[in-house]
């Protein structure tokens, strides 16, 4: 008999090379106060175990014990069907951009509907890079002082969990017929946006070269933006790899 795989109850908090011990310490408590208690370390500046993050995360330090430490933010992503960033300034990449609340609401409603959820918080002293913001699915907008827009990454991490335990009192639910398939994971939607890149780049597509990074950006947010299925994956592969087919048969 097959073990059964237990899906998550809650949305991942992936915070991306935090900076302070402290500071994530303070992330766990906050994840804690609202019953999250998945939480993703990507390349922490300072090291991981981090005695100044278990001494501030006070009655919180299981998060940290069982927190998964990984090297960049695509290992992070790997399971993940959905993703939000969180980010307090314009950025020039077309995404659904959603209040906390909003965000929570649609997270929960993924969750429901069977989908691995995730939300990003940037390092301290800048906020997650455009990089970073092109591999989620949309952007979390806090209403903030525009001459003071500047959040601190617990205080972030504390008002996304808020909003998410809200939602845990009237969550309104959506059905998708998946017709015999599944939601593609974050790891299969980044083969898929890898293998175009390669194969675009064989054929000289990225020109002028000055251009390329920001026509490679703007490729991987789009793949980003559309809720792709493991069908829907597999079939964009087997069109690209024909196309090169007919290309070398020519």
Partial sequence: MSDIVSLPESPAFVLVRPQMGENIGAAARAMWNFSLDRMVVVAPRDGWPNPAAVAMASGAGRLLDEARLVGDLPEALGDSDFVFATTARERDLTKPVYDPRGAMVAAAARIAAGQRVSVLFGPERAGLENDDIARANAIISVPVNPVFASLNLAQCVL????????????????????????????????????????????????????????????????????????????????????MVRWKDRG
Wanted: proline fraction near 2%.
């Fill in 159 to 242: 008002l996304v969990g808020y909003e998410w335990q809200r939602t845990q009192m009237d969550v309104t639910t959506e059905r998708v017929e998946m017709a015999g398939t599944d939601w593609a994971s974050g790891a299969e939607v980044e083969h898929l946006a890898q293998h175009y890149e390669d194969r675009m780049a064989e054929a000289g597509f990225f020109f002028p070269e000055h251009k390329a990074a920001s026509m490679k950006l703007n490729l991987r947010n789009m793949w980003s933006r559309m809720p792709m299925t493991r069908a829907d994956v597999q079939m964009l592969h087997g069109m690209m790899r024909q």
